[in-house]
């Protein structure tokens, strides 16, 4: 069979490594990605869809997740019943092409006037003045012996 025609393969291991790379996970994280990876496997396993009856609210809330993180879309497709009724089944589908060939994004150039924006603040403008003795609406200043 020639290699350039087969679908690409999600396996655990790219699966994780999609998740560290793009949620922005450290080494010490990775258990997590690991652990949503499997979970995510366990629903689609050889598949490339999975219809989303078959999850459950939490689930589905994962899904959701993984959504917003590009690593899954989903479709939907219409089809008639016997009796002439429309039936339409959500689907779930994995981004293979997000999964298997992640850029990260690139970073925006920042402007360094305003990054460090304080540091042209003078010593004057950091002066806050925290207790007026002249606002009445302010309870009387009291000493600690007081207390």
């Not at 690409?8 to 996970?25: E, Q």
């Not at 396993?45 to 899954?72: E, S, T």
Request: zero cysteines; hydrophobic letters at 35%; charged letters at 30%.
């Amino acid at each position: 069979m020639d290699e350039t025609l087969r679908e690409p393969t999600i396996n655990y291991k790219s699966l994780t490594d999609a998740i560290v790379r793009i949620v922005g996970m450290s080494s010490e994280e990775r258990p997590a990605a690991e652990g949503i990876a499997d979970h995510l496997l366990g629903f689609f396993g050889f598949q490339d869809r999975v219809i989303d009856n078959l999850l459950a609210p939490a689930d589905r809330n994962v899904f959701y997740q993984l959504q917003d993180w590009g690593l899954l879309t989903t479709a939907s497709e219409e089809t008639t019943l016997w009796d002439g009724r429309q039936w339409r089944i959500h689907y779930w589908l994995l981004r293979t092409d997000k999964i298997l060939n992640w850029n990260p994004p690139e970073e925006p150039e920042v402007d360094p006037e305003i990054v460090n924006i304080y540091d042209n603040l003078s010593s004057e403008d950091w002066g806050i003045e925290t207790y007026n003795e002249g606002d009445a609406w302010l309870p009387k200043k009291r000493e600690l012996d007081e207390y």
